[in-house]
């Protein structure tokens, strides 16, 4: 949960001015003076780490294709450098951290959310860095998975004398870049499925014009989802209903700084009125349309006369191809993408095996009707022994309303 993850890291952050504040007297009394050492170690590795994956998540959302990475340099217990990667392009956390250190990191420990690269991309290798910087220790939460560096930057610095742990709070980081590990691994981004809806399970009335579901906290909650995935997609039935913008609606000191993701719409026929607020607001958010060969050409030119760009990705049943819309995502680059459509879509992308975490927004209100809308239609399974089931549900209350969010089990 973004809110409980970031107060967690404050605090954490507050504390790690001197690691020995994490244990109680007492206990320090009671594990002796060995182990002291060892589990004050310990606690000031995990302290750090997590002040360097609340630097990483600075720039969730910003550096796609690359992952999240947030680094700090500590010398005889003080943290004298921070840093985390900003976008593509920009120098690496380490880097940052390793330059805000200056000669202070001359025999210092760097802790790094992600193996330090060894290849030269758009910057240089990050383990030269560390090895000029005479850095002693350096603590990773995990490997990186890409094939260019998978365990070659951990190599690297043992093989030159740096004393190397790897692990530490390893599913933290990966939970931070989970994003990014998806996509190395298959090619696709990440895809969040969200929606708000009633305590009964509805997505809106049967009746009647869009009206939000939920309080504001969860619609807050809602726009930072945008803020940090990529792109956000509905089907042409909800642009039909409600006309939505699908920006970002933060304010500007929020963090990180509010963008707009770009906004997908499916839409095997091309439905979408050229006066959509998707259509007409291009100028301030980016909008593709996916769409089949069944779309009429006219149409296809006038979206592309208004600035919308237009992807054909013929599908089975005369529908828009999804797996292979978010193929074309990922080999753009994009991370991750946000769901936010109307039952056909959403149950569209899960029975699609693309769906990788939901997120249910749920209001304590009763809005009731056969004929309203739900969060998933599609055939569904032959019974509920076929029910998809999350793991690691996490639970959080925004005002008045609840969200609901866990990882799909494969
Ligand atoms: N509370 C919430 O969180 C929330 C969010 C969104 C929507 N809604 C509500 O949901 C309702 C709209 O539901 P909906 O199901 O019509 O909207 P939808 O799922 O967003 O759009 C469905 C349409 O997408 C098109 N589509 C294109 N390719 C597809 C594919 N591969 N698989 C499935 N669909 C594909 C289809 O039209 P074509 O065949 O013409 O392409 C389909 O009818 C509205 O009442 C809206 O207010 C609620």
Not at 80 to 85: K, P, S
Not at 161 to 177: C, F, I, K, P
Not at 178 to 186: G, S
């Amino acid at each position: 949960m973004v809110a409980g993850v970031a107060a967690l890291y404050r605090d954490t952050a507050r504390a790690t001015s001197s690691p020995k504040r994490l244990l109680s007297t007492r206990a320090r009394r009671s594990i002796g003076p060995r182990a002291l050492v060892f589990a004050v170690g310990q606690a000031e590795d995990i302290a750090m780490m997590q002040e360097a994956l609340a630097l990483a998540q600075r720039a969730a959302g910003r550096t796609s294709p690359n992952p999240l990475v947030g680094a700090v340099v500590v010398a005889d217990g003080r943290v004298v450098g921070r840093g985390f990667h900003a976008r593509a392009g920009e120098p690496h956390a380490e880097v940052v951290a390793l330059r805000e250190a200056g000669g202070r990191a001359r025999g210092a420990t760097v802790y790094v959310t992600l193996e330090p690269c060894d290849h030269a991309g758009r910057t240089g290798p990050c383990t030269d860095a560390l090895l000029a910087a005479g850095i002693r220790r350096v603590v990773v939460a995990m490997l990186d998975p890409d094939t260019t560096v998978d365990g070659r930057g951990v190599a690297r610095l043992r093989g030159a004398g740096v004393t190397v742990d790897v692990g530490v709070l390893e599913h933290e980081a990966r939970r931070t870049n989970a994003f990014y590990v998806k996509h190395r691994r298959t090619g696709l981004p990440f895809v969040t499925l969200k929606w708000a809806m009633s305590l009964d399970g509805k997505i809106g009335a049967a009746r009647g014009s869009a009206t939000a579901i939920t309080g504001e906290a969860a619609r807050r909650y809602a726009h930072e989802l945008r803020n940090t995935h990529d792109a956000v997609l509905v089907g042409v039935g909800t642009v039909l209903a409600d006309d939505p913008l699908l920006t970002c609606r933060l304010p500007p000191d929020a963090v990180p700084a509010p963008r707009n993701p770009l906004r997908i719409v499916v839409d095997s026929h091309l439905r979408t009125p050229v006066s959509a607020r998707v259509v007409t607001g291009v100028a301030e958010a980016p909008t593709l349309i996916a769409t089949t060969a069944a779309a009429p050409a006219a149409r296809i030119d006038a979206m592309r006369r208004a600035g919308v760009e237009v992807l054909v990705a013929d599908g089975a049943g005369g529908r828009v191809d999804l797996r292979a819309l978010l193929e074309a995502l990922g080999r753009r680059g994009l991370l991750s993408v946000l769901v936010e459509g109307g039952g056909t879509v959403n149950a569209a992308a899960l029975e699609a095996g693309l769906v990788d975490r939901v997120i249910a927004l749920v209001a304590p209100r009763l809005i009731g009707g056969a004929g309203a809308p739900t969060p998933l239609d599609g055939a569904g399974p032959a019974g509920v022994a076929g029910a998809r089931r999350l793991r690691e549900l996490r639970v959080a209350r925004l005002g008045d309303d609840l969200a609901l969010e866990g990882d799909l089990e494969a």
